[in-house]
T-cell receptor, first 115, second 115 residues
């Protein structure tokens, strides 16, 4: 299995809703990432997990809450979002090696619309 | 902080032609990696090619090759015998060192291959 699977593919939510995005990989990667991508822009890093522990938070608002319950699963919990949070949310994973870096494997993203 | 610059927002070529996408970067790191990612309309970010900074030899992957000029901090992507399926947004990206690192993207080049 060489994939990162994200669900759902599309999500529409109201500003008072609570929802979660899910990301799963079975490649044995011990680093996982959330990126946010607005239309026609490059992805921007939100969070990094290393060995299931949060290692980087790029000053993301608290209405986004990440969770890494095990080495294969990464969640992003959403609460009280704003319309400007509408974007493509990309999950990625990578190996944690001490001598080389092979880059990320990305999922196909969740298209989030906040109404 | 590292920065990545792609100076060509859009490019368009005919099928079977060769096209070169430009990328420059700025860093004070000595140990780093450079990547080209492709994002077609399907949204998934796909790794095209990867270069290790300490390697002099330019990376190649079938029709894709890079021209890595370390002193000039330049990392261009050449696509030979372009195909309709190469139509996508192409992002140049930088990552320092090993481990769970941030991937820093350029603004992207939208490449269209015309029949």
């Amino acid at each position: 299995d060489t994939e990162v699977t994200q669900t759902p593919k599309h999500l529409v939510m109201g500003m008072t809703n609570k929802k979660s995005l899910k990301c799963e990989q079975h490649m044995g990667h011990r680093a996982m990432y959330w990126y946010k991508q607005k239309a026609k822009k490059p992805p921007e890093l939100m969070f990094v997990y290393s060995y299931e522990k949060l290692s980087i938070n790029e000053s993301v608002p608290s209405r986004f809450s990440p969770e890494c319950p095990n080495s294969s699963l990464l969640n992003l919990h959403l609460h009280a979002l704003q319309p400007e949070d509408s974007a493509l949310y990309l999950c990625a994973s990578s190996q944690l090696l001490t001598t080389v870096n092979y880059g990320y494997t990305f999922g196909s993203g969740t298209r989030l619309t906040v109404v | 902080a590292q920065t990545v610059t792609q100076s060509q927002p859009e490019m368009s070529v005919q099928e079977a032609e060769t096209v070169t996408l430009s990328c420059t970067y700025d860093t004070s790191e000595s140990n780093y990696y450079l990547f080209w990612y492709k994002q077609p309309p399907s949204r998934q970010m796909i790794l095209v090619i990867r270069q290790e900074a300490y390697k002099q030899q330019n990376a190649t992957e079938n029709r894709f090759s890079v021209n890595f000029q370390k002193a000039a901090k330049s990392f261009s992507l050449k696509i030979s015998d372009s195909q309709l399926g190469d139509t996508a947004m192409y992002f140049c990206a930088f990552m320092k060192g090993q481990g769970a690192q941030k991937l820093v993207f350029g603004q992207g080049t939208r490449l269209t291959i015309n029949p």
